[in-house]
């Protein structure tokens, strides 16, 4: 089974600067997604960034960016420039491409954002 | 523009009691899921749904059913519920595999 592992179970950052979280995964699986989503205090989940892994292009979305790392089985969030708002729980989650396999989550990474 | 709806938002229930978690998504989705997640911890798979009548256990199935007769209706049905189901509910819903999912508000659950 595949399994999504965040080694940072908190991390801070000050406001403006830049923070890397990290996730590795397990799988045998050549083509299949990575996610990242962000959980605010509000509880909702928001999706950040998405990567296919067929594309070795980094994705990109504004402030945040992903450094995916194939062979490696790597796949770190970078935040640049941080904003007070930017302090949530944040999950990595990865999805086999079969059209019927779910996402799998790991257990987040908490980050603080101090002004 | 409601996207995915959660009902109730809160609720408590006493050992042994029954109860079903709404979910609907106005969106046309054919991919439905039901999570929980456990305080500070990542979300796992109840049951997810491909289409309507099709269903499929996640990696926590157990003291759970659920149903699609719709494409915009999920139920989750808790039947004797137990304090180990404490927890909170997400539903979810994408267009197809690989897509991102859209959340509902989640519905946090008391047995006591």
């Known amino acids: 089974a595949q399994t999504v592992t965040q080694s940072q179970p908190e991390m801070s950052v000050q406001e403006a600067e830049t923070v890397t979280l990290s996730c590795t995964y397990d799988?045998?699986?050549?083509?299949?997604?990575l996610f990242w989503y962000k959980q605010p205090p509000s509880r909702q989940m928001i999706l950040v960034i998405r990567q296919e892994a067929y594309k070795q292009q980094n994705a990109t979305e504004n402030r945040f960016s992903v450094n995916f790392q194939k062979a490696a089985k790597s796949f770190s969030l970078k935040i640049s420039d941080s904003q007070l708002g930017d302090a949530a729980m944040y999950f990595c989650a990865y999805e086999k491409n079969s059209g019927n396999t779910p996402l799998v989550f790991g257990k987040g990474t908490r980050l603080s954002v101090i002004a | 523009n409601a996207g995915v709806t959660q009902t109730p938002k809160f609720r408590i229930l006493k050992i042994g009691q029954s109860m079903t978690l709404q979910c609907t998504q106005d969106m046309n989705h054919n991919y439905m899921y039901w999570y929980r997640q456990d305080p500070g911890m990542g979300l796992k798979l109840i049951y997810y749904?491909?289409?309507?009548?099709?269903?499929d256990k996640g990696e926590v199935p157990n003291g759970y059913n659920v149903s699609r007769s719709t494409t915009e209706d999920f139920p989750l049905r808790l039947e004797l519920a137990a304090p180990s189901q404490t927890s909170v509910y997400f539903c979810a819903s994408s267009s197809r595999g690989g897509q991102p999912q859209h959340f509902g508000d989640g519905t946090r659950l008391s047995i006591l």
């Open positions: 749904s491909v289409g309507a009548g099709i269903t």
């Open positions: 799988t045998s699986e050549s083509d299949y997604y």
